[in-house]
Every structure is written in C-alpha cells, then in structure tokens.
C-alpha cells in the first residue's frame, strides 16, 4: 500500500527500528487495518508506544525530535482529548496518522481491539489483549437526554432566524438539528458507541435512514431551509420518543407541543398536527 512516495511496510518498520533503539521506549505496536491486513490506499498509520514512567516526561517534552528521527512532517500536533496523549501527524510522505503513548504501568487504556507487536523489550506485550472501549451507561443517558431535549432548542432558534431573514444563522441551527438527529440514530443503533456526527455513518446507518438524511440538506433559500427543517422534525419525532421510552428518560411532550405552536407559522401547520 502506498499513498504518495513513500512506503507503509517501510515507514512501520522504520519505526520500530527507532523504538528498539529508544531505551526510553519499552514497547511500540501498530492497530487498526495495518494490524488486521484490511489496508487501501488511504489507511492511516495506527502508532504506540509504551514508555518508560520514569521517562515520559521527557519523552513527551521532545516528542517533535523524536518523530522527526521517524520520518519529516509537515503536521504535528499534541491530542489529548481520549485521555491519553496522542501526537497527530501527517508526513511529508503524503501519510497521516496517530501515535498513541502511555507509561508502562498503565496502557492499556490507549488501545481496542487487534494489534500487532512491533517491539517488546520487556515482554509487557505478551498475551495482552485491549479492550475496546465503551461509555459508562449512565454517561449516554446524559447524552441521550441532551440531544433529546436540545432538538426543540435548535428549532426554535432556526425559526427566528428565519423570521428575521438571517439566513446564515438558520443554516447553522438547521445543522445542529440534523446532527441530533445523526446521534440519536447512532445511538438507537448501538447505544455504547462513542460515534458522533457524520464519521463512517454509512457503516451504521441503513440506505433509507441515509436517504432521509440527505433529503434533510438544503441551500441557504428560506423555502428550501423550511423543508429541511420538517423532514428532520419528523425524523426526530420518529425516533427520539421510541429511544426516551426504551431508556426511562422523560421525553419532553410540553416543549415540543410549546415549541410546534411557536413555529407553524415557519413549518406549517401540518407539522404541528402530525404529532
């Protein structure tokens, strides 16, 4: 597989050269579809590295050096929004990727699913299986909640954009409507995926849930923006009340019937009675 100039195969094994080479570096591995073999043209690189406690500050200080030894960049950017420190990169080989560190008394947070060894100095590695990670229950009720009850939020703000003629504003609401709608579904889908927003949604969602999706996209005319906004208020009542039940969550009947009334003068009546 190759991308641009350069070679996967070689950039992974020049890699672990430089991590057998590292003593501040115990162990190093490589996930994700160079690990399962299920590569294409686009695979990113899936990088780890598990570091010496006593050295991961300074590992992370120099992590620019480091990664420089590997190969040239011309993207490099420190991530730790997982929990865990993630150095984003893309090469000036034309590959993009993550290279995920931890110490090595706690690292198996960093990583789910296949992987395969690159370096093992110590034998950390041996018979380790990670987990995938999945949200705590009660941490997805809170965001079921939140996309359910915002939904009507959004609306009612897209309708007084409308009304004042800020189109630009109304876009934005409309987007923000039909992302809650996108998380809902992905949430009746599998309730313990992390998944949000528009990422690998073909593989989640069915062609006719894509189709309604995609009917929901509009340009920034008012009559066009109001028909976006029905098809995504029909496909939230569709499915946000079946998901309140099944997870004993209050679905919020008083502002939907408050907020329905408010904005039929934008969406129609037939809106309002449909429910």
């Not at 350069?6 to 501040?24: H, M």
């Not at 889908?189 to 062609?207: I, M, N, P, Q, R």
């Not at 009340?241 to 408010?262: M, N, Q, T």
Request: glycine letters at 8%; charged letters at 30%.
């Amino acid at each position: 597989v190759s991308n641009f100039w350069g070679s996967a195969p070689d950039l992974i094994e020049g890699f672990s050269d430089l991590c057998a080479r590292d003593d501040r570096i115990v162990a190093s591995f490589v996930g994700g579809s160079f690990a399962t073999g299920k590569t294409d043209a686009r695979s990113d690189l899936d990088l780890y590295a598990v570091i010496r406690s006593d050295a991961y500050d300074q590992f992370l200080s120099e992590h620019r050096e480091f990664i420089e030894r590997w190969a040239s960049s011309v993207f490099l950017e420190h991530f730790d929004s997982f929990g865990f420190d993630m150095l984003v990169f893309i090469l000036d080989e034309g590959y993009e990727g993550e290279l995920a560190i931890a110490k090595d008394d706690n690292f198996l947070h960093i990583h789910g699913g296949p992987y395969r060894v690159l370096v093992d100095k110590l034998g950390l590695l041996e018979g380790v299986e990670f987990p995938w990670s999945k949200p705590e229950h009660d941490e997805q009720l809170l965001v079921l909640a939140k996309h359910i009850n915002w939904f009507w939020r959004d609306l009612s703000l897209f309708g007084t954009a409308i009304t004042r003629g800020q189109r630009w504003t109304a876009f934005g609401y409309l987007e923000s409507m039909r992302r809650r709608c996108i998380n809902l579904i992905r949430l009746d889908h599998d309730f313990t995926s992390w998944a949000d927003g528009y990422e690998k949604l073909e593989s989640e969602v069915g062609d006719q849930l894509l189709a309604a999706l995609e009917r929901s996209f509009s340009n920034l005319e008012k009559a066009a923006m109001v028909d976006s906004a029905r098809i995504l208020v029909d496909m939230y009542r569709e499915i946000a009340p079946k998901l309140a039940r099944e997870h004993g969550i209050e679905y919020p009947k008083p502002v939907e019937d408050v907020v329905l009334k408010r904005e039929a003068p934008v969406l129609g009546s037939a809106v309002e009675k449909s429910g």
